[in-house]
């Protein structure tokens, strides 16, 4: 199988929608991006939603190449093209998507290519938009009970064409990729039958041929697809028995990765045109601060700096190159106002935050059963203790670069993002212009974890303004010291945490009151049995931008969770392993997680002198996870990690070999958040400023092996990108307080150490 | 001013101030693109070269430094013919790039390392390994290291199924 990410543009008819044809709709079923639309009745969605599929075929279907929809084509020479709606940035998604809709069409693995669906609402994920709004809303009942087509219209009038939530196995490769390539070969089967002049039932679909095996012949899905391109699809075919999987829980390789290794991948910050010049950008240092004024001389005297641009609250200068730019700014002295916010320092949100959890009302409250009564109870035991996590910078390693170029009325923009047509969408209203005249070209992104969202990624902004008043295109690079000071990152929280543990040395009740921005009840629930539980959150906004961090609000809850479960264990006299496990539902999936870790870590076994364990288990995305981490303490203090072990049920596994990757890559930066991660304010700003300050992880540092299992429970399927993250820095703290006896409680570790 | 210098065995001029780093005359002036800019500061390692046959980062050195000598990227590490270079084909096999940004990086250290001890023991790699890796593929950048140095190492992939595996 290939993957190209650069997808085909034909930019102008990618906006220009063709007419809806009025005549001829028979009483069929078709397939619209995974939605099944019956004519006659539904007249009208039929019409808008035939527009989006012509449309969808002009912006993909090439000479002798035949179009199913907005989801794949097939061609003469068998190749089959699968459009993802998602951006791969290294998740192995495209190969997963590819390996899912492959194994139903029962397609020869070696002619399928997966390319990045153009950022263009004919291919905005339906299939994606039912999964959140069944996941968020908690209500799938009614969702799914909405017609489908109105959840098609929904999504392109929301344009979501989004790659995060660790969405896009679960959502667009169940219902989409597995349902299209299952209904594709039933209508080449179909072909083949009326080619044949046999019954359907006689032919056998496999490698990419229907062979009729009673009289040795054989069609090839390249010469029957333009034939069955014309049938009805029909939306619930009958999918695999998991036992009948072929491609689905093989560890392929991904075919992006030979283009990783020899510096021939084009990222982002990669691209390059004729006549362009590069500019880079300080913003005002603190978040909601304004440019007053600026001096420009000192970077025109630079030699290569062309221009210095003023926008609201940014000085950009534009160079031949990115050094010159970068010498330029340097050598300004822009003045910058503080928007009101020069009193906000860590210290600063901690105490905003201690007083409101004490003297404010929550904002929301989940759980159930009187907490109250219990911790009032005689008898009871009452354990508290109070967690601070920090800001966390995303730290993707290829800085936010994205290269503009307005010409004849369009705008066209490269760079990668996690939701292009989001993207577009930005662009559009900052630059003033209409969504349809922004073209927006998906490029490689070297890490994205949630900061490369269009609602947190304001270099869109920037970029449509700047670009705007340019007559040449022009590439705008953040440096590092921008991406370190202007992030949008995991909020700074804290939270105070309470249980009484009754005469059964059980939890009676439990209490976490967590403050910060959001409401992290939706994703990150309460997974143990305790008869009375209260979760409070008190909602609290510095002048911060939160933005999603890999796992978003699950790491923050996830270290309140288990580190206090360890802490009670040890209250109780327990080992924190059968404590955990006495709290959850007997033979659920969490128990066998927890089961499983234990086992393969030898969780009983005798360790050397200074050799601590620690576990912690978490649920996120629909994926249960749990962790244990084996370290030892160094002389300084500082603890090593040696071995870590992760158990993992997300459902169904499509690819091992990626799957292991990303919770292996989730647990060490997981890791490495808890060690040395954290942003800090002083005067509003960010005192950070590179990786100098801002520790990532080493490969030292770094357990030389993950183990990772999977449990393939046959659950509803989870995700994989972001629940091995979670539980790494609990399961850290834990093996950390068994190891040294000191109780880590506020984040990162390094600060307490050497505190 | 004039710089001379030969990149991938070619030899090379180009016209740039003296103190504009070797990553950006690479990039910009001489379009390899596979030397990454990550921090500028020293601290990633993802526009590692050679110098002479020396890692070296090549945001932090200026070009004036590299007048007449010789320099290797990730684009110069296969053979005239197109073949991978040992290591580069080990990183296939045990498909260690997530994003991959930083591997041009981690790939040009992993062949100076070699080239400097030829098999490196596992404290000699976590002393050279240094290059910043966010999406956390080290485990697998340890494996490739050791399998391209023909030592012996883990199970192809790590990862193991348990009941009910498809
Ligand atoms: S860019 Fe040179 S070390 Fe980071
Ligand atoms: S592979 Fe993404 S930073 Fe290393």
Request: charged share 20%; with cysteine.
């Amino acid at each position: 199988m290939a993957d190209n990410p650069t997808p085909h543009l034909a930019e102008d008819t990618a906006n220009t929608p063709a007419k809806p044809k009025r005549k001829g709709v028979k009483r069929r079923a078709f397939l619209v991006g995974g939605a099944l639309l019956v004519g006659g009745g539904a007249f009208g969605l039929y019409l808008a939603e035939n527009s989006t599929r012509s449309r969808a075929k002009a912006l993909t279907e090439t000479d002798g190449a035949h179009n199913f929809l907005t989801w794949m084509k097939i061609a003469e020479d068998d190749t089959v093209t699968v459009y993802s709606p998602h951006i791969d940035f290294g998740q192995g998604t495209h190969t997963a998507l590819g390996q899912m809709l492959a194994d139903e069409l029962d397609a020869d693995w070696a002619k399928v290519v997966v390319e990045q669906a153009p950022a263009d609402s004919a291919f905005a994920n339906t299939a994606l938009v039912k999964g959140f709004m069944a996941e968020l809303s908690g209500m799938p009942g009614v969702v799914n009970a909405l017609p489908a087509a109105v959840i098609g219209m929904l999504t392109r009038s929301q344009n979501l064409q989004i790659t995060g939530g660790s969405s896009a196995v679960r959502f667009t490769g169940q219902a989409g990729m597995r349902v299209v390539g299952a209904a594709v070969r039933l209508a080449l089967i179909e072909e083949a039958a009326a080619r044949m002049k046999v019954p359907a039932s006689e032919l056998v679909a496999a490698n990419s041929t229907i062979s009729h095996p009673a009289t040795n012949r054989s069609l090839r899905y390249g010469e029957l697809a333009q034939g069955a391109a014309k049938r009805s699809l029909t939306s619930s075919p009958k999918l695999k028995d998991p036992k009948d999987f072929k491609l689905i829980g093989a560890g392929l390789p991904r075919a992006d990765i030979p283009s990783k290794v020899d510096g021939s991948a084009i990222y982002g910050i990669d691209f390059a045109l004729p006549d362009m010049r590069v500019a880079t950008i300080a913003a005002a240092p603190v978040r909601g601060g304004k440019l007053v004024s600026v001096d420009e001389a000192p970077a025109m005297a630079i030699k290569g700096v062309e221009q210095v641009v003023k926008l609201d609250d940014a000085v950009i200068v534009v160079a031949k190159g990115y050094w010159q730019a970068a010498k330029g700014l340097a050598a300004l002295s822009p003045e910058f106002s503080d928007g009101g916010h020069a009193g906000m320092s860590t210290a600063a949100i901690y105490a905003a935050q201690d007083e409101l959890r004490t003297s404010a009302k929550p904002s929301n409250t989940a759980g159930s059963g009187d907490v109250d009564a219990a911790f009032k109870a005689a008898g009871n035991k009452l354990i508290t203790a109070n967690y601070r996590v920090p800001f966390l910078h995303h730290a993707m390693m290829e800085p936010f670069a994205i290269t503009g170029h307005f010409k004849d009325g369009k705008l066209h923009l490269w760079g990668g993002l996690q939701d292009p047509l989001g993207a577009r969408d930005r662009a559009a209203k900052a630059a003033g212009l209409k969504m349809d005249d922004v073209v927006f070209h998906p490029m490689i992104m070297g890490g994205g974890f949630g900061r490369r969202f269009p609602g947190v990624t304001e270099i869109l902004d920037q970029i449509a303004l700047l670009a705007k008043q340019l007559p040449f295109p022009v590439k705008l690079i953040w440096s590092r010291e921008e991406e370190v000071r202007h992030g949008t990152y995991r909020p700074q929280s804290s939270a105070a945490l309470s249980a009484v543990l009754g005469a059964d040395g059980k939890i009676a009740a439990w209490r976490s009151d967590y403050v910060q921005g959001d409401n992290a009840e939706a994703e990150a629930g309460f997974i143990y049995d305790v008869p009375a539980t209260s979760r409070r959150h008190f909602e609290y906004t510095s002048n911060q931008i939160d933005g999603p961090w890999r796992s978003v609000n699950s790491t923050q809850i996830g270290f309140y969770n288990e580190s206090f479960m360890d802490e009670l264990a040890a209250a109780a006299g327990e080992d924190p392993y059968r404590f955990r496990r006495k709290h959850l539902p007997a033979g659920s999936r969490y128990v066998a997680v927890l089961d499983e870790v234990a086992a393969r870590a030898a969780w009983d076994s005798a360790l050397p002198d200074g050799h601590r364990r620690g576990i912690a288990i978490v649920e996120s995305f629909g994926t249960i996870v749990a962790e244990v981490v084996e370290v030892m303490m160094l002389p300084d203090g500082r603890p090593k990690v040696l071995k870590a072990f992760a158990v993992v049920d997300c459902g169904t596994v499509v690819n091992p070999l990626n799957a292991e990757a990303q919770i292996a890559g989730g647990l060490i930066m997981g890791l490495s958040a808890a060690m040395g991660e954290a942003i800090t304010l002083e005067k509003g700003a960010v005192v950070e400023s590179n990786f100098t300050d801002y520790p990532l992880i080493t490969l030292a540092d770094a357990p030389a092996e993950v183990d990772v299992h999977f449990i393939n429970s046959g659950a509803k399927m989870g995700g994989i990108g972001e629940p091995g993250v979670p539980p790494a820095s609990p399961a850290l703290a834990n093996a950390i307080a068994a190891a040294s006896g000191k109780r880590i409680r506020t984040l990162p570790i390094m600060a307490q150490i050497t505190a | 001013m004039a710089i001379s210098f030969t990149v991938n065995d070619t030899p090379v001029s180009v016209e740039a101030e003296g103190d504009t780093p070797l990553l950006w005359v690479l990039r910009e002036d001489l379009a390899l693109t596979g030397t990454k800019f990550g921090c500028g500061v020293a601290a990633c390692g993802a526009c590692s070269v050679h110098v002479d046959g020396k890692l070296v980062r090549s945001c932090s050195l200026p070009v004036s430094d590299v007048a007449g000598r010789a320099i290797t990227t990730i684009e110069g590490l296969k053979s005239a013919d197109g073949t991978l270079h040992a290591v580069q084909q080990a990183w296939i096999a045990a498909q260690v790039p997530q994003c991959g940004y930083c591997q041009s990086g981690q790939i040009m250290a992993a062949t100076a390392l070699i080239k400097a001890v030829g098999r490196p023991n596992e404290a000699q790699i976590d002393a050279a390994m240094t290059n910043l890796c966010r999406c956390g593929t080290y485990p697998r950048i340890r494996k490739a290291i050791l399998a391209a140095t023909g030592q012996a190492v883990y199970a192809a992939a790590s990862a193991t199924m348990g009941e009910g595996a498809a």
